[in-house]
């Protein structure tokens, strides 16, 4: 069946430019995560949505970050005044989170480039 | 806070050998995931632990947990030159909560 997707693959923005990152989880999916992973940080959490509850942010790392998350289903992770540190690859996970199936399944992630 | 510490980082072995990767976890947690992550692409799950003693095996690629000692091993049999890739291990703390990953082990299996 068809995995997490994740649009755009690559993206060059200017410095200072909002930005969007997609994400479409698995069919069915409860479970929405995001992760950046640079070569300084190594993989880092972002935010993570369940069901109706109110989702985790305790990762984004400032306010010009947000994520949400419509219908329960796509999400979009959206970059306010990117710098050059925010230059990483974006990933996106689902995780279906019944029957004790925790497994977290990766998007093939959004390169953003900052410059 | 919980840390999750990999070791070795870098990793060259020949073909035909075998040897162990250390995922070492710093807060008691049942579950414990191992992910594969070729050049410019994504992580693939390899296994997923979810108990003490839990052991999981695949081809050449055998995982095991031992959350009393916070430890869990990626042991890797007969390397072969496809089985070059960076692994790493992830702990979240309550089931289906954020993954905490450990640094990476970048594998090099040479001919």
């Known amino acids: 069946g068809a995995g997490v997707s994740q649009s755009p693959s690559n993206k060059v923005t200017e410095k200072g430019k909002d930005v969007e990152l997609r994400c479409d989880p698995i069919s069915g999916h409860t479970a929405l995560y995001w992760y950046r992973q640079s070569l300084g940080q190594g993989l880092e959490f972002l935010i993570y949505?369940?069901?109706?509850?109110?989702?985790?942010k305790s990762g984004l790392p400032s306010d010009r970050f947000s994520a949400e998350r419509t219908g329960g289903s796509v999400s979009t992770l959206t970059i306010q005044r990117t710098q050059q540190e925010d230059s990483a690859v974006y990933l996106c996970?689902?995780?279906?989170?019944?029957?004790?199936?925790?497994?977290?399944?990766f998007g093939p992630g959004t390169r953003l480039t900052v410059t | 806070e919980l840390k999750v510490e990999q070791n070795p980082l870098f990793l060259s072995m020949q073909e035909g050998k075998n040897y162990t990767i250390y995922c070492n976890y710093s807060?008691?947690?049942?579950?414990l995931y191992w992910y594969r992550q070729d050049p410019g692409k994504s992580l693939e799950s390899l296994f997923v632990?979810?108990?003490?003693?839990a052991v999981k095996q695949e081809g050449r690629l055998m995982a095991s947990l031992d959350t009393k000692a916070r430890l869990s091993t990626l042991h890797i049999t007969a390397a072969v030159h496809d089985l070059s890739a960076t692994y790493f291990c992830a702990v979240d703390l309550t089931s289906g909560s954020r993954l905490t990953f450990g640094e990476g082990t970048q594998l090099t299996v040479n001919p």
């Open positions: 949505f369940q069901g109706n509850s109110a989702p985790d």
């Open positions: 632990l979810l108990s003490n003693g």
């Open positions: 807060t008691t947690s049942d579950r």
């Open positions: 996970a689902s995780s279906p989170r019944t029957g004790g199936e925790y497994e977290q399944y």
